[in-house]
């Protein structure tokens, strides 16, 4: 099955980018997702990219999707507490199962 | 659009009970729809997919007995946890995919917190 993995922790003050990069090892997933996940919440899909786009932006998130090196990242611009939350990547595969990263918590620091 | 909604929310119930958890798709069809478990501080497990009009298909090492999923109408699927014990208690949140934007991208439910005592 694929891999996917994330670093698990990243602090930021408030204002500054946040980068969250993601590693995979299968490269047939047609699109890959960035979630966030607040406290005792569900999952909120933050923005997609489909496998043939290297960017994408929408608004403050910026996805860089480098499939040679399976690595994808979402930036975040000018960071608020609000962002405050745990992030998953996840990639597409058969029968349109999703696979989750390990999950980043950003921490916004005043 | 494209929201899920779960019910309910929070649940605490007596070793040995059944507890139905649902999954509704509010403003648009869902032909597939996913359920997940996710422990404290740990990413998302899916347990099962489930289509409108035909049998779940569970994951390996998930007990299709123990977790009966029914996916009655395209709005519509139901997660029941039958002769509960503590070692079920946890987060399950449910997906939908809805054919958007994205083709299958999954949309999330808010999720619903299980406490078996």
């Known amino acids: 099955g694929e891999d996917v993995e994330q670093s698990l922790f990243l602090s930021v003050r408030e204002g500054d980018s946040s980068v969250i990069n993601c590693t995979y090892t299968d490269s047939s997933s047609t699109y890959l997702y960035w979630y966030k996940q607040e406290p005792g919440a569900g999952l909120q899909l933050l923005t997609y990219?489909?496998?043939?786009?290297d960017m994408k932006q929408d608004q403050r998130l910026t996805v860089l999707l480098n499939k040679k090196d399976k690595h994808l990242s979402l930036r975040i611009a000018d960071t608020q507490t609000g962002d405050s939350a745990i992030y998953f990547c996840?990639?597409?595969?058969?029968?349109?199962?999703?696979?989750f990263g390990t999950g980043t918590r950003l921490q916004v620091t005043l | 659009g494209a929201v899920v909604s779960q019910h309910p929310s929070r649940v605490i119930c007596k070793s040995g009970t059944s507890v139905k958890i649902e999954c509704r798709s509010l403003d648009f069809q869902a032909t597939t729809m996913f359920w997940y478990r996710q422990f404290p501080k740990q990413s998302l497990m899916l347990m099962a997919t489930s289509n409108e009009g035909s049998k779940a298909t569970y994951e390996q090492g998930v007990e299709k007995d123990k977790f009966l999923i029914n996916h009655a109408s395209l709005t519509l699927s139901t997660l029941t946890v039958t002769s509960a014990h503590p070692e079920d208690s946890s987060f399950y949140i449910c997906?939908?995919?809805?054919?958007?934007?994205?083709?299958?991208?999954?949309?999330f439910g808010p999720g619903t917190r299980l406490l078996v005592l």
């Open positions: 997906s939908a995919t809805s054919g958007l934007a994205g083709g299958e991208t999954q949309y």
């Open positions: 990219i489909f496998s043939n786009m």
């Open positions: 996840a990639g597409i595969g058969t029968a349109s199962k999703l696979t």
